[in-house]
């Protein structure tokens, strides 16, 4: 009950932090930056990360729906043999919190594990945006190596800097 009590007040507070977040967002953009030019691409970037967060909460959210439609039947009941070789085909699931959507799909376009329905997605995706598919591959990589590249620095003290022992005060 714990997991249903959260995802209502998550629910509800984001709905309300939506609403304030955007109206001030694109007043700020508007009052903010002066050039139409800048305050386009700050209000396009601020749209598109919005649809990037979007994405992966459905990605979560519809996790069971869309393993059952957009995953090949006989490929969700059991591994199967390819041809008989010892080739296994592993179809990538749906519901991993750092994924989107596109990526997922794009994953298993390349594994040639999507259903009918599956690949109607993928064709729709690349039409409405020119390699799309390929485009999430690509920015899912590139986020997977600037997470790494945060971890493996997060440990390096930068030149420069002074750090202070708050605790030795206590």
């Given at each position: ?33 002066w ?25 979560v ?6 393993n ?6 006989e ?6 043999l ?40 993928a064709?729709?995706l ?8 390929r ?15 945060r971890?493996?620095?997060?440990w ?10 708050y605790?030795?005060?206590?």
């Amino acid at each position: 009950m714990k997991g249903l009590f959260l995802f209502i007040i998550s629910v509800l507070a984001t709905t309300i932090v939506f609403s304030i977040s955007t109206g001030f967002s694109l007043i700020y953009y508007v009052f903010h930056f002066w050039k139409l030019k800048t305050i386009y691409k700050k209000i396009d970037k601020y749209f598109y990360d919005m649809a990037h967060s979007v994405d992966q909460f459905a990605n979560v959210n519809l996790q069971n729906l869309l393993n059952h439609i957009m995953i090949k039947k006989e490929l969700r009941k059991s591994t199967q043999l390819l041809k008989g070789r010892n080739i296994y085909i592993a179809y990538h699931k749906f519901g991993d919190v750092d994924d989107t959507l596109s990526y997922i799909i794009a994953e298993n376009a390349l594994r040639c594990t999507l259903s009918k329905f599956g690949n109607f997605w993928a064709k729709f995706l690349n039409f409405v945006d020119r390699n799309h598919l390929r485009k999430a591959i690509s920015n899912k990589i590139n986020q997977d190596r600037l997470a790494r590249e945060r971890l493996e620095n997060k440990w390096k003290a930068p030149r420069y800097k002074v750090y202070v022992d708050y605790f030795s005060r206590i």
